[in-house]
């Protein structure tokens, strides 16, 4: 079992930075790819960003393309998704995922 831990939400104003972090720890010996997602409040939860880990091939929503940088740290079994230029319209809680497990989120809140 894969337990994973997202730090690094906040609140930002529009046009801010943030990074997110999200460690896994446990069984990691598999080499699943890792990405984000997240979910605003009434809204389904959607597609942000993938790294494959063996190759560190990354993968966008359009909504984020050019504005995020997802990159993995392979020895601290970490991924990162570095966020910039951030809108209102990012605001959501944003889970890590790692094969078929979730973390448990981290909350993102961008004011205009």
């Known amino acids: 079992q894969v337990q994973l831990v997202e730090s690094g939400g906040g609140l930002v104003q529009a046009g801010g930075s943030l990074r997110l972090s999200c460690a896994a720890s446990g069984r990691t010996f598999s080499n699943y790819d890792m990405g984000w997602y997240r979910q605003a409040p009434g809204k389904e939860r959607e597609f942000v960003a993938v790294?494959?880990?063996?190759?560190?091939?990354?993968y966008y929503a359009a909504s984020v393309k050019d504005r995020f940088t997802i990159s993995r740290d392979s020895a601290k079994n970490t991924v990162y998704l570095q966020m910039n230029s951030l809108k209102p319209e990012d605001t959501a809680i944003y889970y890590c995922?790692?094969?078929?497990?979730w973390g448990q989120g981290t909350q993102v809140t961008v004011s205009s």
């Open positions: 995922k790692r094969g078929p497990g």
């Open positions: 790294v494959n880990w063996s190759s560190g091939n990354t």
